[in-house]
């Protein structure tokens, strides 16, 4: 089996890149680009030091000694939530933003659902003293007003979008359109492992620090540089893609994913776009997507923002149909139980995203030294409102 992309961007059968004739040679130009940039010393050199001193990489992996003993195996939680700006996404924006620096662009572009992704954005342009404007779903915005003001402060032009039904789909939509208008001097920093070639391996690419200390911390606190199993709640895609990045060829590690179940996979209100999805192209990739017979997507629903998208990156559809991952949905009870019980067992309030990952350990089975990572890709603090709203449930 291979799970690694091809020269024309596909994982299997998914990927590529379907773009608007007017990017074809932005995307071609970014797609010469990026490996030689990355793979330079230069900028590991810019990178690294970033993600330690200003990210404050690398973020621990932490054995936690009261949920091992519930789940019967040694979990280890790889905590993306202690980094700068309360994720993982800041990973990938900073070397977004160095590359698109690399390249001569003057000017950053980003569309967000939640606002995670734009505030990630647009500190990294805060940093660099480059224009922000982040577009986002119109309802977004109601839905999300502290991330909002915290890309204003951080001098983002904030686009509220009316088009469709005013999320995380038309707000990307509006990004491209703005790319098209401007590609010479604009460079689009996506926030997942979407989009077209070379996009998703890039944000891989960035995001692959997370595996890259978990070998070396494995090492130190196991003895051996892999696990049995490592574990990862998926939207887009990227928390999930840097936690297995070094391990996908390594069929001694399993790998368990977790969608957004919504209210369960049979009714109207889910995002568990691999499980329910069907094959077809949207936001520049052909992908496993949420869409009616005709090809009309199909509106997400989750009560994670940041898993309240109609697909899953190219990597993560080859990786469930070929049986590599093992994929479960998690409903949105489910995953509020999981978030409280982390936070009374281990005192870590779980982001709603990475609380999806967590409600899968009651549905594994475990040998007692089996050596579990689990990546907490955020902090809860965003969805204290919903938590609160549900704790007498
Ligand atoms: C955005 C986000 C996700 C989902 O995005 P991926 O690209 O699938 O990682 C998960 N967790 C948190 C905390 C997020 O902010």
Not at 8 to 15: D, Q
Not at 146 to 160: C, F, H, I
Not at 298 to 325: F, M, W
Request: glycine residues 10%.
């Amino acid at each position: 089996m291979n799970y690694q992309i091809d020269e024309n961007g596909f994982y299997g059968n998914y990927g590529g890149a379907y773009i608007p004739e007017i990017l074809y040679k932005t995307v071609e130009n970014l797609k010469e680009a990026y490996l030689p940039i990355i793979e330079s010393e230069e900028f590991k050199q810019e990178f690294h030091t970033l993600l330690r001193d200003y990210v404050g990489r690398p973020s621990p992996l932490y054995l936690a000694k009261r949920m091992s003993e519930k789940y019967g195996c040694r979990l280890y939680l790889k905590r993306e939530d202690l980094n700068h700006t309360g994720a993982h996404k800041i990973n990938n924006s900073l070397g977004q933003i160095l590359i698109a620096k690399k390249m001569g662009k003057t000017r950053i572009i980003a569309e967000t659902g939640a606002g995670q992704h734009g505030v990630a954005t647009a500190t990294a342009c805060a940093l660099m003293n480059m224009p922000c404007t982040v577009y986002m779903g119109a309802l977004d915005v109601e839905r999300q007003r502290p991330n909002v003001e915290r890309m204003k402060m951080l001098g983002a032009t904030v686009v509220p979008v009316h088009s469709g039904n005013k999320t995380l789909k038309d707000a990307t939509n509006e990004a491209i359109r703005d790319w098209c208008c401007h590609p010479a001097d604009t460079f689009y920093i996506i926030g997942s492992t979407v989009g077209p070639h070379p996009y998703p391996d890039m944000v891989a690419r960035l995001q692959s620090v997370i595996s890259e200390e978990i070998r070396e911390q494995l090492t130190e606190k196991e003895g051996r540089d892999y696990p049995d199993y490592l574990m990862a709640c998926v939207g887009g895609g990227s928390n999930a893609a840097g936690t297995i990045f070094h391990y996908i060829e390594d069929e001694r590690v399993k790998i368990v994913l977790a969608e957004a179940g919504g209210l369960g996979l049979d009714s109207d209100k889910t995002a568990a776009s691999l499980e329910i999805g069907t094959d077809g192209i949207l936001h520049g990739s052909r992908i496993k997507l949420m869409q009616t017979e005709d090809g009309q997507i199909i509106e997400p629903y989750s009560i994670s923002a940041g898993l309240d998208y109609p697909g899953t990156g190219p990597l993560h559809c080859n990786l469930y149909v070929t049986g590599r991952a093992q994929v479960l949905a998690v409903n949105d009870d489910e995953a509020l139980t999981a978030a409280f019980e982390l936070t009374r067992m281990e005192g870590i309030i779980p982001a709603l995203e990475s609380a999806h990952i967590l409600a899968a350990l009651p549905k594994m089975q475990f040998q007692p030294d089996d050596v579990v990572v689990l990546t907490v890709s955020g902090r809860g603090d965003k969805d204290l409102e919903t938590y609160l709203k549900h704790m007498n449930d």
